[in-house]
């Protein structure tokens, strides 16, 4: 079935390093990719979001790029923050219209 | 309300004890979803629903787990003879269409 792998991690970084967090999907059809993000006490935000092959999402600096080729939607910050600490997980919404998500990354930003 | 409203926000049940957990979605979201969510896990799929209708339940672990929302709007996750491994966060979330779905807090379920 439809299904998403992404990077495990803990990933811990400096502050204003650049992030990539890994995401590849197995999927029929043309799925809707999704990164959403975790922060500590919170719920379950929507991040960004690509419904096609070749765009991009973008918010809060973040970007990602749906790669139909590579069957990618890598998670890419050119300079993170500390408040950016938090856990991510990569979705897809399959052509049934459920979502399925990724096990989560969790990313710690020192100052 | 402005989002998803998932109640009780903390729930514990004595094993063999049933409970209902429930969830209001955003007024007007066509699609609802139900999510496990183990300490340190992403969110598995349990079941979904386009209105009334329940689409998809194929991640309900067991004939234990049942789901409704007879009118297409609230739903309902009913947890019979509840048993220590399913202590964990139970999610809703819905969407309007396509896009991406807005998640509840959650409830957060511990057997003993």
């Known amino acids: 079935g439809d299904s998403v792998t992404q990077m495990e991690g803990p990933v811990t970084l400096s502050e204003e390093a650049f992030l990539t967090i890994n995401c590849t999907y197995t999927?029929?059809?043309?799925?809707?990719l999704f990164w959403y993000v975790q922060y500590p006490g919170e719920g379950l935000q929507l991040l960004l979001k690509?419904?096609?092959?070749?765009d991009k999402g973008s918010n809060k600096g973040f970007e990602a790029t749906y790669r139909k080729e590579t069957t990618s939607f890598h998670l890419e910050k050119g300079s993170v923050q500390v408040s950016d600490s938090a856990v991510y997980f990569c979705a897809l919404r399959t052509n049934n219209n459920d979502m399925r998500f990724g096990a989560g990354t969790r990313l710690t930003v020192k100052p | 309300g402005a989002g998803v409203s998932q109640s009780p926000r903390y729930k514990v049940a004595k094993r063999g004890q049933d409970v209902a957990l429930r969830c209001d979605p955003i007024?007007?979201?066509?699609?609802l979803f139900w999510y496990q969510q183990a300490l340190g896990q992403g969110p598995e799929f349990l079941t979904y629903f386009q209105n009334e209708a329940q689409l998809d339940k194929s991640g309900l672990p067991s004939d234990r787990f049942f789901a409704e929302r007879p009118e297409g709007s609230v739903s309902t996750l009913k947890i019979q003879r509840t048993q220590q491994e399913d202590s964990a966060v139970y999610l809703c979330a819905s969407s309007l269409g396509q896009g991406g779905a807005f998640f509840g807090q959650g409830t957060r379920l511990t057997v003993v």
């Open positions: 690509a419904t096609k092959a070749d």
């Open positions: 999927a029929t059809g043309y799925p809707s």
């Open positions: 007024s007007g979201h066509v699609s």
